[in-house]
């Protein structure tokens, strides 16, 4: 199923927003994430310039760029070291305990916290360089799911490794990433709904072009409304106008063209017939049937443009339909009356079924519908078939159906069947194709619609606003 435009645009809408705060979400946790693995790089930092003035009454800097001590002051100065992060480990615990371990050349471990494992740190993280010190991520080898921030110091043939649990900045990322997801869904929400809310107003224009270009269909008169502001949908208004003024001159110009030539043809049809009427008189019987047929051909090319001359007055002025008081149910119950007689001549079970539906309208007008709608039933319906006809009232409306037994219409042609002139030629004889076009026009001129549909069989549906 195609979607509406307003939905469209939503829908672009809340991709787009949801990409952007897919987006945002990912820059903000990831700006997040390293600040404060900046922040605790800072501490580890901190931690090992203290212990180096403790140790050493310097500075880390100075520590560094003084010369090599003498043999032995390396690992005198380790254990110095080891014993004053004994003091400060003890002085900390849980998440802020200062793990350390050292160790002399690649795998020789001199020291390292009692908490530790025996398997130590795994010094496998990817190492990102900050002045003297080297700064990685690692997993804590004492809980598993646990992670470490580890700093690394050179000390001549020793490397002074200090970690600290990331557990307090991981509960710190876990909860501003809950607040920030929040924020950017409230955020994608209401971004969303003020998409849809534009699309709305936008296309409100356009919405009040199309409500007044179908409200304009039957008119024989009139324009789209034109904007103060000449923007895209002020253009296509004008465009509109433009077709819709092309629309009405043809259609005039050959409604113009049906009335006067049906005018002119009646004429000349009244005097054919009367000179035959003559003639007949004047002639031998043999003569007379031929006569006869000749003399029914115009009767029906005479009906035929007085059905002419009717749609084009229903279609060119449906405002003049005279209007008093008719009930609906009356006009089908009489007519199933008479009707009734034929249909039992053709084999063909005729119900009718009504509840009191007035209108106001030309009641021989309806009266005309009703007929075109049974006889065309009657006509499509086989012997041993029925046609059921209904009349009640259904929210506001009078609502009529004829419904018969036949082969159905095809769905291509329900609208087709109400075009000029549409008949079905598989039949004998053909119909003028005019009574169905009429039926519809009177609906239209009483300020109703007919319409087809073919649940199984054919069945054709009245409705014309009912009479308060």
């Known amino acids: 199923?195609?979607?509406?435009?307003?939905?469209?645009?939503?829908?672009?809408?809340?991709?787009?927003?949801?990409?952007?705060?897919?987006?945002?979400?990912?820059?903000?946790?990831?700006?997040?994430?390293?600040?404060?693995?900046?922040?605790?790089?800072?501490?580890?930092?901190?931690?090992?310039?203290?212990?180096?003035?403790?140790?050493?009454?310097?500075?880390?800097?100075?520590?560094?760029?003084?010369?090599?001590?003498?043999?032995?002051?390396?690992?005198?100065?380790?254990?110095?070291?080891?014993?004053?992060?004994?003091?400060?480990?003890?002085?900390?615990?849980?998440?802020?305990?200062?793990?350390?371990?050292?160790?002399?050349?690649?795998?020789?471990?001199?020291?390292?916290?009692?908490?530790l494992p025996e398997s130590g740190l795994d010094r496998a993280g990817k190492a990102v360089r900050r002045g003297a010190l080297e700064f990685r991520s690692e997993s804590d080898p004492r809980t598993a799911g646990g992670s470490l921030r580890v700093a690394t110091l050179p000390l001549g043939p020793y490397r002074l490794a200090l970690a600290r649990s990331t557990g307090p900045l991981v509960r710190i990322h876990e909860a501003v990433r809950s607040e920030v997801l929040a924020m950017l869904l409230c955020v994608g929400a209401v971004g969303v709904l003020g998409a849809y809310l534009i699309a709305t107003r936008a296309l409100a224009p356009v919405r009040r072009l199309a409500d007044e270009a179908d409200r304009l269909r039957s008119l024989s008169e009139g324009s789209?409304?034109?904007?103060?502001?000449?923007?895209?949908?002020?253009?296509?208004?004008?465009?509109?106008?433009?077709?819709?003024?092309?629309?009405?001159?043809?259609?005039?110009?050959?409604?113009?063209?049906?009335?006067?030539?049906?005018?002119?043809?009646?004429?000349?049809?009244?005097?054919?017939?009367?000179?035959?009427?003559?003639?007949?008189?004047?002639?031998?019987?043999?003569?007379?049937?031929?006569?006869?047929?000749?003399?029914?051909?115009?009767?029906?090319?005479?009906?035929?443009?007085?059905?002419?001359?009717?749609?084009?007055?229903?279609?060119?002025?449906?405002?003049?339909?005279?209007?008093?008081?008719?009930?609906?149910?009356?006009?089908?119950?009489?007519?199933?009356?008479?009707?009734?007689?034929?249909?039992?001549?053709?084999?063909?079970?005729?119900?009718?079924?009504?509840?009191?539906?007035?209108?106001?309208?030309?009641?021989?007008?309806?009266?005309?519908?009703?007929?075109?709608?049974?006889?065309?039933?009657?006509?499509?319906?086989?012997?041993?078939g029925s046609v059921q006809l209904r009349v009640a009232l259904e929210d506001g409306n009078a609502r009529a159906t004829v419904r018969d037994s036949g082969p159905g219409i095809a769905a291509d042609r329900l609208e087709w069947i109400f075009d000029r002139f549409a008949s079905d030629r598989s039949r004998a004889p053909a119909g003028s194709g005019l009574g169905l076009p009429i039926a519809r026009a009177i609906a239209r001129a009483h300020g109703g619609e007919l319409y087809a549909a073919s649940p199984g069989g054919a069945e054709l549906i009245l409705e014309i606003p009912a009479a308060s």
């Open 1 to 115: 199923m195609t979607a509406s435009i307003r939905g469209r645009i939503t829908l672009w809408a809340f991709a787009t927003f949801a990409l952007l705060i897919a987006l945002a979400g990912a820059l903000v946790l990831g700006g997040l994430e390293r600040a404060l693995l900046r922040l605790a790089d800072r501490d580890l930092q901190e931690e090992v310039e203290a212990l180096c003035a403790e140790t050493a009454d310097a500075s880390l800097a100075g520590l560094l760029l003084r010369a090599r001590p003498p043999d032995g002051g390396w690992g005198d100065l380790v254990f110095e070291m080891r014993d004053a992060l004994e003091a400060r480990r003890a002085l900390a615990g849980g998440d802020r305990e200062l793990l350390y371990e050292i160790h002399r050349d690649a795998d020789h471990v001199v020291a390292r916290s009692p908490s």
């Open 224 to 384: 789209l409304p034109r904007g103060r502001r000449a923007d895209e949908i002020d253009d296509l208004a004008r465009v509109l106008n433009a077709l819709l003024e092309r629309v009405r001159a043809d259609v005039a110009r050959t409604r113009r063209f049906t009335a006067d030539a049906a005018h002119e043809i009646r004429t000349p049809l009244a005097a054919i017939r009367g000179h035959l009427e003559l003639l007949a008189e004047r002639v031998g019987d043999d003569a007379r049937g031929d006569l006869a047929d000749v003399l029914e051909e115009v009767d029906r090319l005479a009906r035929l443009v007085n059905r002419l001359l009717l749609l084009e007055k229903l279609e060119g002025a449906p405002d003049a339909v005279r209007r008093e008081r008719v009930d609906l149910s009356e006009v089908v119950r009489e007519l199933a009356q008479h009707l009734g007689v034929i249909a039992r001549e053709q084999g063909i079970r005729l119900s009718c079924d009504t509840s009191p539906a007035p209108v106001q309208g030309d009641p021989e007008q309806l009266r005309q519908v009703f007929l075109n709608l049974i006889g065309n039933a009657l006509e499509h319906t086989p012997v041993g």
